[in-house]
């Protein structure tokens, strides 16, 4: 059973250009959480998603950033026009349902130049 | 948003001590996980506990989920220099969906 799988691991993206981060959930899994992280940091929360539906983006920046996790493929995560404060670790994790434990991925390395 | 003590933020021990850190609210929460994240990967997950006074252990590690529902804390016996990394607890409100997490406790162990 693969784990949470993310791509690209590695993403450097000039200011003003759009990333994409994809997150492929466990089997079985219909829970996805997006968590941003700094150096020396810990996680901060992004969105929660369920299939087809955005949960809570609480933690989401109204602006420029979108998430969605369509009913077939992977959830993705979208930031629109980035600034070199976009530079982070974005980590997804999944679960299969709510009060479940949540398994992240490796991470994608988010780097505008 | 919510806030998580975690301590200490860091700590050097001789391989074949113990370890111990916690991590505490000052809201009630219904769970409570342990990671642990080593450079340039995601956060393993490492014990989960979802009853108050649970005690749970995976191989030298045992976690416990405090009584007041406030606190949580990570137990590790007989630290391996592949220990180091750094811990992280996570909780989850009864109303929430998110889960907030300490701010870390980096482990090193020294052989």
């Known amino acids: 059973n693969a784990g949470v799988m993310q791509n690209p691991r590695h993403l450097v993206r000039r200011r003003g250009q759009e990333a994409r981060l994809r997150c492929s959930p466990m089997k079985g899994h219909s829970h996805v959480y997006w968590y941003r992280q700094l150096p020396e940091e810990g996680l901060k929360f992004m969105v929660y998603l369920q299939k087809e539906n955005i949960i809570d983006e609480s933690g989401m920046p109204k602006e420029r950033f979108s998430a969605e996790f369509p009913k077939e493929g992977p959830s993705i995560l979208r930031i629109q026009q980035v600034v070199r404060g976009d530079s982070a670790a974005y980590f997804c994790?999944?679960?299969?349902?709510?009060?479940?434990?949540?398994?992240f991925g490796q991470g994608t390395r988010l780097t505008v130049v | 948003g919510q806030q998580l003590n975690q301590s200490p933020q860091s700590m050097f021990i001789q391989e074949g001590e113990d370890v111990s850190m916690n991590c505490t609210s000052s809201?009630?929460?219904?769970?409570w996980l342990w990671y642990k994240q080593d450079p340039g990967e995601g956060p393993v997950l490492l014990i989960a506990?979802?009853?108050?006074?649970e005690l749970t252990s995976n191989g030298r590690l045992t976690a416990q989920f405090g009584i007041t529902r406030k606190d949580s804390f990570l137990n590790i016996s007989a630290s391996i220099p592949s220990d180091v990394g750094i811990y992280f607890c996570?909780?989850?409100?009864?109303?929430?969906?998110?889960?907030?997490f300490g701010t870390g406790t980096s482990l090193t162990v020294i052989p």
């Open positions: 809201s009630i929460f219904n769970t």
């Open positions: 996570a909780g989850r409100l009864n109303t929430g969906n998110q889960f907030y």
């Open positions: 506990l979802y009853k108050a006074g």
């Open positions: 994790a999944s679960s299969p349902s709510l009060n479940t434990e949540a398994f």
